[in-house]
């Protein structure tokens, strides 16, 4: 079974560093790091107006920055063969494809803010599975907010972190083309070690949920499926939640219950609307749970959750189908698709001297069924983005 090894922090940033050297013969000014995520319940909430319980991974993505003496800016990474050149003015939507648009997205994010920034020569790194459903482009945009902080001088304050989030959310929006909720952008800047963060879009508030697994873990498989935000099938699942909306009169599904459904006409709407509605209280439930310390009850709620994902939202596949049962046959108290849907991973939660048993199961499963070969990470609630 292949785990992935979050890295050394000291030795990413370094590399990060010399990575800029290379291709753009160029040193550093500062450095930003910002983790992935795993969402442990919540999904598709965020755009709902409703609460999500995010978890911010010791998988990191690294952002290397130049100033330059012009109005230039260079883009390129280590995990792409392809990056952006190109100006200052010429940072923004309609003007960049690809990875390289959640790196200037922010650029052009942050100048319309008011922000006055100098050429750039960017580079980013990261232990962040690709297409996983982890949140890599937002780790990205953040990496690339908090180098940009650092060369402005900003403190990362509470509220210059908000701020630098809602950057990032309109970078992915507006110039990277993903209709995104906001959820990444937010655990991302705000994490707290050791924690889960109750995100809730209804109020805007933010809380850390200390997350005392005690004798189990957050086993997070990825099924190596790819996992796009932009190609259409996020954007449509939005866009049946706002329709639902609308035909009930409420601002947002938040604002609904399940005995409303029975006004929503068309049945594929209604079932998108009815995930929504009872994912909103399974976050409830589950804050519940972990508060209590009642692994149980939280095990089922994902379980659920992964059911609702997969029969009413229809964002699951088979790949990530077969991952949930093998971990639930194994020993996991519960499991779920995480993220987006259509790919990318799941997150059980498992008793810790059951994860190298649960990961081999989950192997087995994909051999027997034909599939590529998974890749698993662990975990453990770690820190928000900073300086490296």
Not at 269 to 281: D, P
């Amino acid at each position: 079974m292949t785990f992935v090894d979050p890295g050394d922090p000291d030795r990413l940033a370094a590399g990060a560093r010399t990575l800029l050297a290379d291709r753009f013969d160029a040193e550093a000014d500062a450095v930003g790091r910002a983790p992935g995520r795993v969402n442990l319940i919540g999904e598709h909430t965020d755009y709902n107006g409703g609460p999500c319980l995010p978890v911010a991974l010791p998988h990191s993505t690294y952002a290397a920055v130049a100033c330059r003496p012009d109005d230039g800016v260079r883009v390129a990474s280590r995990q792409a063969d392809t990056g952006w050149s190109g100006t200052l003015d010429e940072a923004g939507p309609g003007q960049v494809d690809g990875w390289a648009a959640y790196v200037v997205g922010v650029v052009w994010a942050m100048r319309q803010d008011g922000h006055r920034l100098p050429g750039l020569d960017i580079v980013v790194d990261s232990t962040v599975p690709l297409g996983a459903g982890l949140s890599s482009s937002a780790a990205i945009e953040c990496a690339t907010a908090v180098a940009l902080a650092e060369l402005l001088g900003l403190d990362l304050s509470p509220d210059v972190r908000r701020e630098l989030a809602l950057a990032c959310i309109r970078a992915e929006g507006e110039v990277a083309g993903a209709p995104t909720g906001g959820m990444d952008q937010m655990i991302a800047m705000l994490a707290e070690p050791g924690a889960a963060l109750l995100v809730d879009f209804g109020d805007d508030s933010v809380v850390p949920v200390r997350l005392d697994l005690t004798d189990h873990v957050l086993l997070v498989s990825d099924t190596r499926v790819s996992h796009e935000l932009t190609d259409g099938g996020y954007g449509s699942r939005r866009a049946d939640c706002e329709a639902a909306a609308r035909e009930l009169g409420v601002p947002t599904l938040r604002q609904a219950g399940l005995d409303d459904l029975r006004r929503v006409t068309d049945p594929v709407r209604r079932g998108r609307a009815h995930h929504v509605i009872t994912e909103i209280e399974r976050v409830e439930r589950a804050v519940l749970a972990i508060e209590g310390g009642d692994a149980p009850a939280l095990g089922r709620l994902l379980l659920a959750s992964h059911e609702s994902l997969r029969d009413d939202f229809e964002v699951s596949c088979a790949e990530l189908d077969t991952a949930v049962e093998a971990a639930m046959g194994a020993g996991a108290l519960g499991a779920r698709m995480t993220g987006g849907g259509f790919g990318g991973s799941t997150v059980a939660l498992v008793p810790g001297a059951l994860v190298e048993q649960v990961a081999g199961a989950i192997d087995e499963a994909f051999a027997a069924a034909g599939f590529g070969p998974p890749q698993h990470l662990l975990a453990p609630p770690s820190r928000a983005a900073g300086h490296a």
